[in-house]
């Protein structure tokens, strides 16, 4: 490969630096380009990525015009546009790879750092014809060893919440799948997901025999192809007007952030399901945390990385919390202030399309 530093160091070189470079260091020689295209290296890079350069997506809309804002650094103060190549809804971030929903006409899968995107092929279920108007369909984003996946989840007017019609992409065969599948409880369709190790996740809800309204969080196997569920925590019951709740990863471990939403003085607490010695979720939770109270808190967006907490306040401010210096400061996303946001975390990876 090169006649002045030994292959092993090359790689440790190499393994250091930013995608973007990778990516024009493919067209050094076959030998460099056969390297940085390699399962082992791309999964080594993003392993490292993993440790080192979490980012955070913010997507905002306003007035039927979106952006996509890229924030970096430790104090998340650096913040730069992102164009699309698509347009469309964030849907979810996973390993380098984002998936863009532009309004049930098409999904596209894009790696921002290698500039690299898929239009995926025509749905299987089209939602604009005849026969299927007044469905609500949800998104999901997430892998299963080295196959990405997108599973879409159609609910129709017609009939019960549980039988819903389901499709599945997968990158390695390139094609949908329709079929009939149980899904626990309705999805809420403006309750983004969290992705944790491959796996999509949503807050759902239902309604018991007695007519009491439960709620869910509610994930899809992209192994097994199936949906699964587990009950969130009892002391954070209640209706959505009472609680408000996002999902988010705190240490590795499934979290749920709920705040108070009918008091001036709001406070969050912060739920995390437990795990046995072998790193298996059961369907446990506990309370690790209490935050608050804050002045102004309107919607809570989400998590990133070492529980830090985004959320956007009555003026539509991006506001962030590190429980680590226990610090309030304010996001500044590139451009207008959104009157809706959700927010990601982000990483940039070699992993191909």
Known sequence: MTGYLPEDLLREILLRLLVK??????????????????????????NRSANHGCHLLVYGLRDKSDSLSLISGKALDVAVKIKTPEKGMVMGS???????????KNITLWNPATREHKILPTLGID???????????????????????????????????????????????????VFDAIVPCVIRKLNSSVILKGVPYWIGCYF?????????????????????????????????C????????????????CN??????????????????????????????????????????????????????????LLVYDPNINAVNKLSPYGVVPTLSRVFTYMESLVPL
């Not at 604009?128 to 998104?139: A, C, H, R």
């Not at 925590?233 to 209706?239: K, M, R």
């Not at 003085?265 to 995390?272: C, K, M």
């Not at 102004?296 to 009555?314: T, Y």
Request: a negative charge; glycine letters at 8%; hydrophobic letters at 35%.
């Open 127 to 177: 939602p604009n014809s005849p026969n299927t108007l007044g469905i609500d369909d949800i998104v999901g984003f997430g892998y299963h060893l080295n196959d990405y996946k997108v599973v879409r989840i159609l609910y129709f007017d017609d009939e019960p919440s549980d039988s819903a019609q389901v499709e599945v992409y997968s990158t390695s065969t390139g094609c949908w799948r």
């Open 260 to 317: 108070h939403c009918t008091t001036v003085s709001n406070f969050v607490d912060i739920w995390v399901m437990m795990k046995d010695d072998d790193g298996v979720d059961h369907e446990r939770w506990i309370k690790v945390q209490r935050i608050g109270p804050f002045p102004s808190f309107r919607m809570l967006l989400g998590c990133w990385r070492d529980g830090v907490l985004v959320w956007q306040n009555d003026n539509d401010e």
């Open 242 to 257: 009472t609680y408000g709740k996002k999902l988010g990863v705190l240490n590795e471990s499934l979290a749920i952030i």
């Open 94 to 104: 996973c390993n380098g790879l984002v998936c863009l929903y532009n309004g049930k």
């Open 21 to 46: 470079h990778l990516v024009r260091f493919r067209s050094v020689s076959k030998s460099w380009s056969a390297l940085l295209k390699s399962r082992d290296f791309t999964t080594t890079h993003l």
């Open 208 to 240: 018991t025999s007695n007519i009491r309204y439960r709620e869910s969080v509610v994930y899809f196997d992209m192994g097994k192809e199936v949906f699964r569920h587990v009950h969130t925590p009892s002391a954070a019951e209640g209706s959505y």
